[in-house]
């Protein structure tokens, strides 16, 4: 999805949590590997770099290098750190001084970016330890060649209106952010065609540093996840396949007009 849709997400998981929403910047750290662009999608987007990239992304926006970090990734921290500070001050955000929950936060904001990108690219979220992909196998079938329409319109602007004013947001139980993460794991084996297997939910936890949950609660979450992508289906499905239509129908009328105006030449 846009940067625009992966920000208002991670704000409305991170309300759900009842943690700061200026951690919503976080869910655009995976965006460090837009340059060089063999790395697009692959070098960042995934759950075994997540802690180091959070870390390393916090510290930067912070003024400040921490132990642990790499120097490709302090780099592309820094030059995309005006963008990441624009959504911010667009938003009316400043990160907590001394939180107990930046990191947790910051994971939950970050893991929803591979999460929602399941709508727009089969993703490798588990990489290295699982090469294979997930993605909304399904829908993509539905709607066929999607991302000229969606992203060059304004149909992702209704499309996110339509999201997030959703009565989902308004519904939901609260979630502490370790339960969110472990859900949207969960989710993503799930949307793989059963090439990811759940085992690789359990060290995708530690690598993030995150006990791992059980129970009613982890239950409820990934129940919200599922509902939520029932909802993101049928508005991809009912915005682009209208958009669809009344593009088809307005070509069909050029050319009608076109024909007519031939032969009455």
């Known amino acids: 999805m846009d ?10 998981l991170l309300a759900i949590a009842q943690r700061s929403r200026a951690y919503a910047v976080a869910s655009l750290f995976p965006q ?8 697009h999608r692959m070098y960042a987007h995934t759950v075994f770099k997540a802690a ?3 870390n390393t992304g916090l510290g930067t926006l912070g003024g400040e290098r921490r132990q642990g970090t790499i120097d490709y990734e302090v780099r592309r921290f820094e030059e995309e750190k005006v963008r990441f500070r624009a959504y911010m001050k667009a938003n009316s955000w400043t990160l907590p001084v001394a939180d107990p929950d930046a990191f947790q936060s910051a994971l939950l904001a970050f893991v929803s970016h591979l999460y ?3 709508f727009n690219q089969p993703t490798q979220p588990f990489a290295p330890l699982s090469i294979y992909c997930a993605g909304q196998w399904g829908l993509w079938e539905r709607i066929g060649d999607f991302r000229l329409t969606l992203y060059t319109t304004a149909v992702i602007d209704r499309l996110r209106r339509d999201l997030f004013s959703h009565r989902l947001w308004r519904t939901s139980d609260p979630f502490a ?4 993460i472990q859900a949207m794991l969960y989710r993503l084996c799930r949307l793989s065609l059963e090439r990811i297997g759940e085992e690789v939910v ?11 949950q059980s129970g009613t609660q982890l239950a409820r979450a990934c129940e919200f996840f ?22 088809a129908s307005a070509a069909a009328s050029e ?5 007519l105006a031939e032969l009455a030449g």
């Open 52 to 54: 180091r990239l959070v």
């Open 3 to 12: 940067s625009q849709t992966h920000i208002e997400f991670a704000d409305r």
């Open 32 to 39: 460090i590997d837009r340059h060089p662009h063999v790395f």
């Open 116 to 118: 929602l990108d399941t």
């Open 177 to 180: 952010p370790v339960t969110l």
């Open 226 to 247: 599922a509902e939520f992508e029932a909802v993101l289906i049928d508005l991809h499905v009912r915005h682009l396949v209208s958009e669809n239509a009344a593009a």
């Open 255 to 259: 050319n009608k007009g076109k024909r």
């Open 202 to 212: 359990a060290p995708a936890m530690r690598a993030m540093k995150l006990d791992t």
